[in-house]
Nanobody
Framework: QVQLVESGGGLVQPGGSLRLSCAAS????????MGWYRQAPGKQRELVAS???????NYADSVKGRFTISRDNAKNTVYLQMNSLKPEDTAVYYC????????????WGQGTQVTVSS
């Protein structure tokens, strides 16, 4: 059974940085797309950034120039470097792995809280 384990969330002051990590445990091969989503209280879950196995990364307009997504295929791990954090970045962040095998299979992390506050 595949599980995604996230780490790196926490409390940070505005302007600060955090680095999120998400690693897959269990047997999972050829992850086609890795991504990070977030959900703030009272709001819908939204895509923050995604990175395919090959090709261009994709970012929400609100985080462009501040966040960087990267992946290590050998370790089945995705990272999200978050710089210049703002209070509006406060949310629970979820990682997502997508694999195509006749149909799309989605795997989700448990979520990690990021709070940006002075």
């Amino acid at each position: 059974q595949v599980q995604l384990v996230e780490s790196g969330g926490g409390l940070v002051q505005p302007g600060g940085s955090l680095r999120l990590s998400c690693a897959a445990s269990g047997s999972i091969f050829s992850i086609d797309l890795m991504g990070w989503y977030r959900q703030a209280p009272g709001k819908q879950r939204e895509l923050v950034a995604s990175i395919p196995r090959a090709g261009n990364t994709n970012y929400a307009d609100s985080v462009k120039g501040r966040f960087t997504i990267s992946r290590d295929n050998a370790k089945n791990t995705v990272y999200l470097q978050m710089n210049s954090l703002k209070p509006e970045d406060t949310a629970v962040y979820y990682c997502n792995f997508r694999r195509y095998g006749g149909s799309w299979y989605d795997y989700w992390g448990q979520g990690t809280q990021v709070t940006v506050s002075s």
